[in-house]
């Protein structure tokens, strides 16, 4: 079974909003990775934030680390129709190199 | 290569048959994954290889499904006696391993059984 889980499982906003999305996590980790997918075709990683880091920042992504609650959020700013995609968070605990995976947030960004 | 390459990037089998999806990963990466993921949902672990170590293969559905790594590079994902519930997109990643945690995607291998 699939450690994380996002929400919401799906999202549509206006172009030029932010969209928030919510990944929580159930065993200690070392980092959570977020990654984007396109069309039901290969992830494109965007952001990894340690366990030790609050908070991360990339472009118009913001990514935030809650270890206490073992949950994480991808903010998106001023978001544009390209960003329209799945968006997974990914974990890797421990010794144990393999990624668990959530089952994604998909988000529409309407023109 | 450049990236992460797997083959056929679409594949269109007869149910009963077997298939082989190919995957090449970043040349010097020692990790490497296979996930399954059917329309609309998550990826779902099949097989994780590390270097050198036994293969994780807690995710294969049934042992219809069977994977190998040769000289821990190119790896090979059979499916036998596949069935329509096999039909999904089967993605490929590979990562540095050891302190590298980013995995590389290949574009995946869109298998549909009629």
């Known amino acids: 079974s699939q450690q994380g889980e996002e929400d919401p499982q799906a999202l549509s906003i206006q172009e030029g909003e932010n969209a928030t999305m919510n990944c929580s996590y159930k065993?200690?980790?070392?980092?959570l990775q977020w990654y984007r997918q396109n069309s039901g075709r290969g992830l494109v990683h965007l952001i990894l934030i340690r366990s030790n880091e609050r908070e991360k920042h990339s472009g118009r992504l913001r990514v935030t680390l809650d270890t206490s609650k073992k949950s994480s959020s991808l903010l998106i700013t001023a978001s544009r129709a390209a960003d329209t995609a799945s968006y997974f968070c990914?974990?890797?605990?421990?010794?144990?190199?393999?990624?668990?995976w959530g089952l994604g947030t998909s988000l529409a960004v309407n023109p | 290569g450049a990236g992460v390459s797997q083959s056929p990037s679409n594949k269109v089998t007869e149910k009963g048959k077997d298939v082989e999806l190919r995957c090449d990963p970043i040349?010097?990466?020692?990790?490497l994954y296979w996930y399954r993921q059917s329309l609309g949902q998550g990826l779902e672990f099949l097989i994780y290889?590390?270097?050198?170590?036994?293969?994780?293969k807690s995710g294969l559905p049934s042992d219809r499904f069977s994977a190998e790594r040769t000289g821990g590079s190119v790896s090979t994902l059979t499916i036998q006696r596949t069935q329509q519930e096999d039909s999904a997109v089967y993605l490929c990643?590979?990562?540095?391993?050891?302190?590298?945690?980013?995995?590389?995607f290949g574009q995946g291998t869109r298998l549909t059984v009629v």
């Open positions: 990643a590979s990562s540095p391993g050891q302190g590298a945690p980013e995995a590389f």
């Open positions: 990914a974990t890797r605990a421990g010794n144990n190199r393999k990624l668990i």
């Open positions: 040349s010097g990466h020692t990790a």
């Open positions: 065993t200690s980790i070392n980092n």
């Open positions: 290889f590390q270097g050198n170590s036994a293969p994780d």
